[in-house]
């Protein structure tokens, strides 16, 4: 007797500076992938027209055909509407980028269903269905890293709010009258608890002569957190204060959310001793004790594969809900 083969879908990971396809399978493994730059040439071609090259290509060089495949699940950077699958918000930076057809070209180039949302809203879909909060159906994902993302999970569904944009946690206000964003508003909780703030606030410092330790020259989130490690107290200090606002911001949305499980997402999160813990630490002595009772807050698992992997769960389960 023949096994049955799985069903097979691709996973699209597209991000400001590199995208990702996958050819994976009904149970999230990842049978193939590659990454490749989108910005190779400042944008001038649109960053949509080089991914739907690159999956030509990988269907080629996979022998795929599009008969084999079930559908296909875009997770992408900037205000997607879930509904069109058009990207209707972008951050400045990335030209030729805000009201790219993402579903309406996919569909054309394989002729079968696309599903496409934001970044963080897969890589929350990600965790939950193979990752750090798998089985919890009430999840709070937040990512730091140039930027500040969120993905809701309530009740087991993403929340998507009316048109796909809801999670834009990064742009909560925390300080009221502070730094301008490049959202247009002051006091984004982005502009105090990205990993972008903390390298500012640590080379003002150094520019200030307040904080030694990067004669080097090079300052990014991995020496700083080297510099913790031996003992540098005026980059701990400026570590702590950075702490401290992205509990604010997590103190917040527990609040409203009343999670299972916190998930700590991008490159800092590998830090757990001198990050993840103590924000937990922070959070869990702040926040109001029913709301704490229980509550998990761990690193994301996925690393650079959530949002691919979350993109596919969310193809997946739209579409079973079309299909009642």
């Known amino acids: 007797m023949k096994e049955q083969k799985k069903e097979k879908y691709i996973g699209i990971d597209i991000g400001g500076t590199t995208a990702k396809i996958g050819l994976v399978d009904a149970e999230g493994t990842i049978l193939r992938s590659e990454e490749y730059a989108v910005d190779f040439d400042g944008y001038e071609t649109p960053i949509l027209t080089t991914v739907l090259e690159r999956l030509k290509k990988f269907l080629a060089d996979c022998g795929v055909c599009r008969l084999q495949l079930v559908g296909i699940g875009v997770s992408a950077t900037g205000g997607i509407n879930t509904q069109t699958g058009r990207v209707d918000g972008s951050a400045g ?15 054309e180039v394989l002729q079968i269903p696309a599903y496409v949302l934001n970044d963080a809203n897969a890589v929350a879909l990600g965790e ?9 159906r009430n999840v709070v994902v937040v990512t730091i890293g140039t930027g500040i993302g969120g993905g809701i999970i309530v ?12 999670g834009e946690v990064g742009h909560m206000i925390v300080s009221h009258a502070g730094e301008s964003c490049t959202c247009g508003n002051f006091g984004c909780l982005e502009r105090y608890g990205s990993t972008k703030a903390l390298i500012k606030r640590i080379e003002q410092g150094i520019r200030a002569g307040e904080i030694e330790g990067f004669e080097d020259g090079a300052v990014n989130g991995r020496r700083i957190f080297e510099e913790v490690e031996r003992g540098n107290l005026a980059v701990e200090r400026t ?8 509990a604010d ?15 700590i997402g991008g490159g800092v999160s590998v830090q757990r001793r001198l990050f993840v813990d103590k924000v937990r630490s922070k959070v869990l002595s702040r926040a109001r004790v029913e709301f704490t009772e229980g509550l998990e807050i761990e690193p994301a698992e996925l690393g650079n594969q959530a949002g691919m992997i979350g993109a596919v769960h969310f193809c997946r389960m739209s579409m079973l809900s079309e299909r009642r």
Do not use: T
């Open 128 to 136: 939950v269905w193979l990752g750090a909060a798998r089985g919890r």
């Open 239 to 246: 570590v702590n204060l950075w702490i401290d606002y992205i």
């Open 155 to 166: 009740d087991g569904n993403p929340l998507l709010g009316k048109s796909g944009f809801a």
């Open 249 to 263: 911001g997590l103190i917040s949305l527990i609040h409203i959310f009343n999670p299972e499980i916190v998930i």
């Open 93 to 107: 930076h990335i030209k030729n980028w805000q009201g790219s057809r993402i579903k309406e070209k996919m569909e």
